[in-house]
């Protein structure tokens, strides 16, 4: 049984407007997505701004409630579970956040910040509370002096450490972590990143990693989901889809990375345009769309569902993006 | 060879605060050869943005002050030149290129005015010859449709879009030398390839020096031709961008390399680190501040160590525990 099974999820954010503020149309964040992740495993999940991966995480631990589609965590289906009855089962799953100094109180002190989950889970004493946040500052490679300093004392790689040692305060099986060292410089990034892989090695927690740095996601992930405009169009093992990518956006976010080698011999394809709006997208290929294929026009009412063109190799069966030779393979496959 | 546009030696920018005055920018020297992009980097809080403000004199007011060092733009000195001679510098002989786009436009003015602002300042044109000027402008810097851009606001605009308006604006006058504060940090990797292609196709028809600023060693490698490393106020290192990557000397750029997540790396493989933080501004030590990070005791906290050439326009702080060299 998968830890995380997500079917076919959307998240469509209605948009009013006119006189009588009627609903007029959808941002369509995250439109039909299908994903799973397996216990202790990490699965990346890269695109730009804009394209719903931090809209899906909070789909996932249902902060918002989805439009459609289905999520099951150990097999149970929390989709439309209310809030009430989805507290208890928020031991298994967490979520942190990116940005670190928003995300703490600064009313709190890091010792309350930390044993909040417990309280609110109705964990333990108020002492032992206080002995568990220390153990876990401990952890997190932060001493245990800071359980009575507020979370502005620090820095943000510290913050973000606690931010950590709070996620994992309830032994979660899942883990959510959106953009979760992107405000970091680069020594301290690193601190996190191995903390976060010492923690999965130590616990067993899977982790769904949201972030934009495609370095990053593939050093931290065992697979890698690329998504595009509210869609996956790629999902592949970490070192798989990074050697051999099949989707032309993969294969341009990959080449967009500036190589930290200045002998590197660079062929860069630059990509023209920008991502299109979620209110009204194309109605075909999205990315055939951004690089206005001569295919565009077949691809308008066309099946494009993700397909296994190679075993643990799903891309989306889009004529614009795929050489000839794998689009007819995954078209056979539809 | 060509001469240097800039000179920067020994400059010294302090912040008056509650806790006194405090030396943000401690004695830093380089200097930016003609046709040329200087890299200037280092993690947040090193000073690399203060330099820079500092070389224009745009410094918050009334706590920044330049408290000593020299800033020789085209051999003349621009510490204490009065207001009216940086009115005619800046925008015109200097653009800069802030890094928050949606900050550095005004959000209720049109595309075309603050396009135009510079160009009717400094070049004196008409109002309508500068308008026109600007759509030309927007079209070099590839904004699809510019005759009609020109005239919408900021906010109409995506991130990637605004950024090349700020691009635009940076360039207007043509100026020799322009400086860029973490241009593409805001942005995509995809639209960030394109603004550093546009930089650097721009540069090469302009023939304009660029210092570039970012915490970006991946960037740095793709577009500078020298590379200034700075830590805490000071500059650790300072050499040609091959250099820097093929021989570091310092421990702290050495140490910047390793933290970095490269695509080669093997996957779940521990990433270098440099333990501990910065020392908060207020606590600089007078000598080694990479060895005060280190915790690290003695004698090389108490003096400043010497910058030295090591290789031909190699430069490096040359503390003992730090580099090689004793």
Same mark, same amino acid.
């Given at each position: 049984m998968n830890l995380l099974e997500v079917n076919d999820l959307k998240m469509h954010f209605p948009i009013h407007g006119g006189v009588t503020a009627r609903v007029i149309g959808a941002v369509k964040a995250v439109d039909g997505i299908s994903l799973k992740i397996n216990k202790g495993e990490t699965l990346g999940i890269v695109g730009e701004s804009g394209c719903g991966k931090s809209t899906l995480g909070k789909a996932i631990v249902r902060l918002t409630n989805p439009t459609a589609g289905s999520i099951h965590i150990n097999g149970r289906d929390?989709?439309?579970?209310?809030?009430?009855?989805?507290?208890?089962?928020?031991?298994?799953?967490?979520?942190?956040?990116?940005?670190?100094?928003?995300?703490?109180n600064p009313r709190m002190s890091v010792g309350e910040i930390i044993a909040e989950p417990l309280l609110i889970q109705k964990v333990g004493t108020p002492v032992w509370r206080r002995e568990r946040a220390i153990e876990l500052l401990e952890r997190v490679g932060m001493a245990a002096s800071a359980v009575d300093k507020f979370s502005f004392e620090f820095s943000g790689g510290q913050r973000q450490r606690i931010g950590v040692a709070r996620a994992i305060a309830l032994q979660p099986e899942l883990l959510v972590l959106d953009e979760p060292v992107s405000a970091l410089d680069v020594s301290v990034q690193s601190q996190v990143l191995n903390?976060?892989?010492?923690?999965?090695?130590?616990?067993?927690?899977?982790?769904?990693?949201?972030? /934009?740095?495609?370095?990053?996601?593939?050093?931290?992930?065992?697979n890698v989901a690329v998504m595009y405009l509210g869609k996956v169009v790629e999902l592949a093992d970490a070192d798989i889809i990074y050697k051999d990518p099949k989707h032309a956006y993969t294969k341009a976010l990959i080449s967009a990375i500036p190589v930290p080698d200045p002998t590197a011999v660079k062929n860069s394809m630059i990509l023209e345009g920008e991502i299109p709006s979620?209110?009204?997208?194309?109605?075909?290929?999205?990315?055939?769309?951004?690089?206005? /294929?001569?295919?565009?026009?077949?691809?308008?009412?066309?099946?494009? =569902?993700?397909?296994?063109?190679?075993?643990? /190799?799903?891309?989306a069966a889009d004529p614009c993006c795929l050489s000839e030779e794998d689009y007819s393979k995954a078209r056979n496959l539809i | 060879?060509?001469?240097?546009?800039?000179?920067?030696?020994?400059?010294?920018?302090?912040?008056?605060?509650?806790? *006194?005055?405090?030396?943000?920018?401690?004695?830093? =020297? @380089?200097?930016?050869?003609?046709?040329?992009?200087? *890299?200037?980097?280092?993690? =947040? *809080?090193?000073?690399?943005?203060?330099?820079?403000?500092?070389?224009?004199? &745009?410094?918050?007011?009334?706590?920044?002050?330049?408290?000593?060092?020299?800033?020789? @733009?085209?051999?003349?000195?621009?510490?204490?030149?009065?207001?009216?001679?940086?009115?005619?510098?800046?925008?015109?002989?200097?653009?800069?290129?802030?890094?928050?786009?949606?900050?550095?436009?005004?959000?209720?003015?049109?595309?075309?005015?603050?396009?135009?602002?510079?160009?009717?300042? /400094?070049?004196g044109l008409s109002k309508k010859d500068a308008w026109k000027e600007s759509i030309e402008l927007l079209e070099m810097v590839g904004i699809p449709s510019p005759e009609m851009r020109v005239s919408e606001y900021p906010h109409q605009l995506s991130g990637g879009m605004r950024q090349r308006v700020v691009i635009a604006i940076a360039l207007a006058c043509k100026p020799d030398l322009i400086i860029a504060d973490e241009p593409t940090t805001a942005l995509d990797v995809t639209v960030q390839a394109q603004i550093l292609d546009l930089l650097n196709t721009l540069q090469k028809e302009n023939g304009s020096s660029v210092i570039l600023i970012t915490h970006d060693l991946g960037v740095i490698a793709e577009t500078c031709d020298e590379v200034v490393v700075m830590y805490a106020g000071r500059v650790v290192e300072q050499a040609p961008v091959l250099n820097i990557f093929k021989t570091p000397q310092h421990a702290?750029?050495?140490?910047?390399?390793?933290?970095?997540?490269?695509?080669?790396?093997?996957?779940?493989?521990? &990433?270098?680190?440099?333990?501990?933080?910065?020392?908060?501004?207020?606590?600089?030590?007078?000598?080694?501040?990479?060895?005060?990070?280190?915790?690290?005791? *003695?004698? =090389?906290?108490?003096?400043?160590?010497?910058?030295?050439?090591?290789?031909?326009?190699?430069?490096?702080?040359?503390?003992?525990?730090?580099?090689?060299?004793?």
């Open positions: 929390i989709t439309h579970m209310s809030q009430r009855a989805i507290r208890p089962l928020r031991k298994q799953f967490q979520m942190m956040f990116q940005d670190p100094a928003e995300s703490l903390l976060l892989m010492e923690l999965q090695d130590e616990m067993g927690i899977a982790y769904m990693f949201i972030a /934009h740095d495609l370095a990053v996601v593939k050093h931290i992930s065992d979620p209110i009204n997208p194309p109605k075909g290929s999205a990315f055939g769309h951004r690089l206005n /294929h001569p295919k565009y026009d077949e691809t308008i009412g066309l099946d494009m =569902s993700l397909v296994e063109i190679e075993p643990g /190799h799903w891309v | 060879m060509s001469e240097d546009v800039l000179i920067v030696k020994n400059l010294q920018t302090a912040f008056d605060t509650e806790s *006194g005055r405090l030396t943000a920018v401690d004695g830093v =020297s @380089f200097t930016v050869p003609a046709g040329k992009t200087v *890299g200037i980097v280092g993690e =947040s *809080g090193c000073g690399k943005s203060v330099t820079a403000m500092s070389i224009i004199q &745009l410094l918050p007011q009334p706590s920044g002050v330049i408290t000593g060092g020299e800033v020789i @733009f085209k051999g003349k000195n621009l510490i204490g030149v009065d207001d009216e001679t940086l009115y005619n510098i800046r925008g015109n002989e200097i653009g800069v290129i802030f890094q928050e786009p949606m900050t550095a436009l005004n959000p209720v003015h049109r595309i075309g005015k603050q396009l135009s602002e510079s160009l009717i300042l /400094h070049k702290y750029t050495k140490g910047l390399l390793a933290s970095m997540t490269k695509l080669e790396t093997p996957r779940k493989s521990v &990433l270098g680190t440099i333990p501990n933080m910065v020392a908060g501004i207020a606590d600089f030590v007078a000598g080694c501040r990479f060895c005060q990070r280190m915790e690290r005791e *003695g004698e =090389s906290l108490l003096v400043r160590p010497e910058f030295i050439e090591v290789a031909k326009d190699h430069w490096v702080e040359a503390c003992p525990q730090c580099t090689d060299r004793a």
